[in-house]
């Protein structure tokens, strides 16, 4: 619980005991026991550095690869708006805002004869891409980044490189209560029509592999890597999720309000009235099975967060 007393003046806007749901794709969720929303660089510098230290933040984007759990979340939400979603294009480079949308980078670049055409497909924000190493197409965030500019729990800004996030496969060592201000991409030029033309036909090839028209966020879980039970290597991820499920029949599986998509086994839909208890136990379940069958540990690529009832 936080007091009104333990919050720093600020211009922007700050609502206690706010209820997550609607701002995740899932639309699950418990409450936070706040939620942010700063009106400028130097309000959210300000209300962080006089946070009390013991109180958690998590920063949050739109919620396209997430599920927060039924008991909600100990900490203070931190989510940006417009003033940090602003795209500059400066040759080969492109600086985004933590909130600008994935896909817009990717159009607003390919405008420019700049491609970043790959992210066209990948939901959420810069943000949210460079703390999971978001990727698509054989390719990932870390391929095209530069730089970021995080603010520190402390309040400190500093800049950070790719050596210093480790990237690996959908992860990086981004620290947890890090807040992502913006970030540096490097691209290719080329012409913009061949870029869009690539781009629309990824486009297509989503709509229609993809519950897109469902209530859900992105892939459950991660191509495997490293070893089977067995010990034999796999490092290549040419072993998918979605073939693992499916050979384990569990597309189209439900529990509560929960399913296994139809359309795309590797993707966790809200049928109905989903908690988010509902969709991590069938995501578990789904575990549990490919392991007995395959024996090959699947691992989670979305986030879960909050007090688990599990």
């Known amino acids: 619980m936080v007091f009104p007393e333990q919050l720093p003046e600020s211009k922007g806007l700050f609502f206690s005991q706010k209820k997550l749901a609607d701002l995740t794709w899932l639309r699950v969720g418990g409450t936070a026991d706040g939620l942010f929303l700063p009106s400028d660089l130097e309000d959210l510098v300000h209300f962080v550095s006089n946070l009390d230290p013991d109180i958690d933040l998590f920063p949050l984007g739109v919620g396209s690869n997430l599920i927060i759990r039924d008991r909600g979340i100990a900490a203070i939400v931190i989510r940006l708006g417009r003033k940090f979603n602003q795209i500059r294009i400066d040759g080969k480079a492109v600086t985004a805002g933590a909130a600008a949308l994935v896909s817009h980078v990717a159009r607003k670049s390919a405008e420019q004869g700049l491609d970043l055409g790959f992210l066209r497909t990948i939901p959420g924000t810069i943000g949210g891409a460079l703390r ?79 519950p897109i028209k469902e209530c859900c966020a992105g892939s459950v879980f991660r191509n495997p890597s490293g070893s089977s039970s067995t010990g034999e290597p796999n490092d290549s991820h040419s072993l998918k999720a979605w073939k693992l499920i499916d050979d384990v029949g569990m597309r189209g599986e439900k529990l509560g309000g929960a399913q296994i998509s139809e359309i795309h086994p590797n993707f966790l839909i809200n049928a109905g009235n989903a908690t988010a208890d509902d969709l991590e136990r069938l995501g578990n379940k789904v575990r549990d099975r490919v392991y007995d069958f395959h024996g090959i540990d699947l691992q989670w690529e979305i986030l879960r967060v909050g007090r688990s009832m599990i």
């Open 132 to 210: 999971m190493n978001a990727g698509c197409y054989g390719r990932s965030f870390s391929d095209v980044f530069q730089s970021a500019k995080i603010i520190s729990r402390s309040g400190e800004i500093t800049s950070i490189d790719a050596q210093e996030l480790n990237f690996g496969y959908r992860q990086s060592v981004l620290p947890a209560d890090a807040i992502v201000l913006e970030v540096k991409l490097k691209g290719k030029f080329d012409d913009p029509y061949a870029i869009k033309n690539r781009m629309d036909i990824q486009i297509n090839k989503r709509n229609k592999t993809q």
